[in-house]
């Protein structure tokens, strides 16, 4: 059986539940206290050396680090990642964006503002992390007008990425009211068959 090795807060671990689920693909899953230096430890540094939340360990023991790499590795064969040589590539474009100009943005002022005290110093990078976060909601948008999906028009784990963190983008001080693009795909989003909120394990 796959093991998810996970924090349930964490969107980049929400991606991969959400995958499984969609896929309908049994796991266990494995809460590790990021706050409290749970991937820290050697016990678990022995399975993904980068000490970081999620790690999929598959039945013979190898373990797979990244969100969207086990997504990549999840949805390969399935309706999740298209075929075509050059969707395929539009798909991974996409995931580049989301861990490079979204992520390092939004998720980071969620948990900023989720998860630390209200008086931790971190408070400072808002501002910066509100620029950053904007200007990839903005190419969201622009990119949104007219589809429905972010490559060729179907969902798929490009989708999924992107949802984990812009759901809940108001939790890191977002408002959402300027795209209405957006806002509507995360609709399209929750709406797909066996759609799970990210608070479920």
Same mark, same amino acid.
């Given at each position: 059986?796959?093991? =998810?090795? @996970?924090? $349930?807060?964490? !969107?980049?671990?929400?991606?991969? /539940? $959400?995958?499984?689920?969609?896929?309908?693909l049994?796991f /266990? %899953?494995?809460?590790?206290?990021?706050? +409290? !230096?749970?991937?820290?430890t050697?016990?678990? $540094?022995?399975k993904?050396p980068n000490g %970081?939340v999620p790690?999929?360990?598959?039945?013979?023991g190898?373990?797979?680090?990244? +969100?969207? &790499? #086990?997504?990549?590795f =999840?949805?390969?064969?399935?309706?999740?990642?298209?075929?075509?040589? =050059?969707?395929?590539?539009?798909?991974l474009?996409?995931?580049?964006f989301?861990?490079?100009?979204?992520?390092?943005?939004?998720?980071v002022?969620?948990? #900023?503002?989720?998860?630390?005290?209200?008086?931790?110093p971190?408070?400072?990078?808002?501002? /910066?992390?509100?620029? !950053?976060? =904007? &200007?990839?909601? &903005?190419?969201m948008?622009?990119?949104?007008?007219? /589809?429905?999906?972010?490559?060729?028009?179907?969902?798929?784990? &490009?989708?999924?990425?992107?949802?984990?963190?812009?759901?809940?983008?108001?939790?890191? !001080?977002? @408002?959402?009211?300027?795209?209405?693009?957006? %806002?509507?795909? $995360? @609709?399209?989003?929750? @709406?797909?068959?066996r759609? #799970?909120?990210?608070?479920?394990?």
């Open positions: 059986m796959l093991t =998810l090795h @996970d924090f $349930l807060s964490s !969107g980049n671990g929400y991606k991969c /539940r $959400l995958l499984l689920s969609q896929l309908a049994p /266990r %899953r494995v809460e590790l206290d990021i706050m +409290s !230096g749970a991937t820290r050697d016990a678990y $540094l022995a993904n %970081r790690a999929l360990e598959l039945a013979d190898t373990v797979l680090a990244e +969100s969207n &790499a #086990i997504l990549f =999840l949805a390969e064969g399935t309706p999740f990642l298209p075929e075509g040589r =050059l969707e395929r590539a539009q798909v474009q996409w995931l580049f989301e861990q490079y100009s979204h992520e390092p943005f939004i998720a002022a969620r948990f #900023i503002l989720h998860l630390l005290p209200a008086d931790h971190r408070r400072a990078e808002l501002p /910066r992390l509100e620029r !950053g976060g =904007l &200007a990839a909601l &903005a190419v948008e622009r990119h949104l007008a007219g /589809r429905s999906f972010f490559v060729a028009d179907r969902y798929s784990i &490009a989708d999924i990425a992107l949802y984990a963190y812009t759901h809940v983008a108001g939790e890191g !001080g977002f @408002d959402l009211t300027p795209f209405p693009a957006v %806002r509507a795909w $995360l @609709d399209r989003v929750a @709406d797909q068959p759609h #799970i909120p990210i608070t479920q394990g």
